[in-house]
């Protein structure tokens, strides 16, 4: 699976768009991006997936470079909930495959 | 989404005891689990896979010996920590993918500690 880069940390404003970056440049053409977050002590959380199409679901949106080399993950109104640790991965679709987790970036929203 | 649940959320335990791990699909079928630990600000690592009614395959320097996985179910999959010691103490976290689905569901995670 490819690998990704991430900041190691953000901080957001409440009520605010957080926008996190990821990077895949090494990305192949049947690798989706895939979005996590782990809220401290709890299991990781799925919150939205992505082939090359940008995508939106209840909880975020998915926006994906042409080229596929990068992706930003958008909480459009960042809430004190949303604090958690956000991992950006990369894998094919299968549904055996299993999750390499990097560094994620930790999200601090702020009041 | 699916929901996958694990027994117990916390264990304290002392040096040299055994310790059991539950984790169950609740609403789907899971041909394979995944179980992973997480050391204190560190991120998730991949112990093994489990697949039902086959042996687990452990990802490299992860004791097979030592932490024991039985998946006799398609929904109950068990990690045990044998004689357990205080290096052990971390949180231990299992998922599985829906058959079909691309994205894989997490159990809550359970917090081992030994003394």
């Known amino acids: 699976d490819a690998k990704t880069t991430q900041p190691p940390s953000m901080d957001c404003a409440e009520g605010r768009a957080a926008n996190l970056p990821c990077n895949h440049s090494?990305?192949?053409?049947?690798?989706?991006v895939y979005w996590y977050r782990q809220i401290h002590s709890q299991g990781p959380q799925y919150i939205i997936h992505g082939l090359k199409n940008n995508e939106t679901n209840e909880m975020a949106s998915l926006i994906i470079t042409e080229d596929r080399k990068s992706s930003t993950l958008i909480l459009p109104h960042a809430t004190l909930r949303d604090t958690a640790v956000y991992y950006c991965i990369v894998r094919g679709n299968n549904a055996g495959n299993m999750l390499t987790f990097g560094g994620g970036t930790r999200l601090m929203v702020k009041p | 989404g699916a929901v996958v649940s694990q027994h117990p959320s916390r264990v304290i335990c002392k040096s040299g005891t055994s310790v059991k791990i539950e984790c169950r699909s609740l609403?789907?079928?899971?041909?394979?689990m995944f179980w992973y630990r997480q050391f204190p600000k560190q991120s998730l690592m991949l112990m093994a896979t489990s697949n039902e009614g086959s042996k687990a395959t452990y990802e490299q320097g992860v004791e097979k010996d030592k932490f024991l996985i039985n998946h006799a179910s398609l929904t109950l999959s068990t990690l045990t920590v044998t004689s357990a010691h205080p290096e052990d103490s971390s949180f231990y976290i299992c998922s599985s993918p829906r058959e079909g689905q691309g994205e894989q569901f997490f159990g809550p995670g359970t917090r081992l500690t030994v003394l």
């Open positions: 090494t990305i192949s053409g049947n690798e989706y």
């Open positions: 609403d789907f079928q899971a041909t394979t």
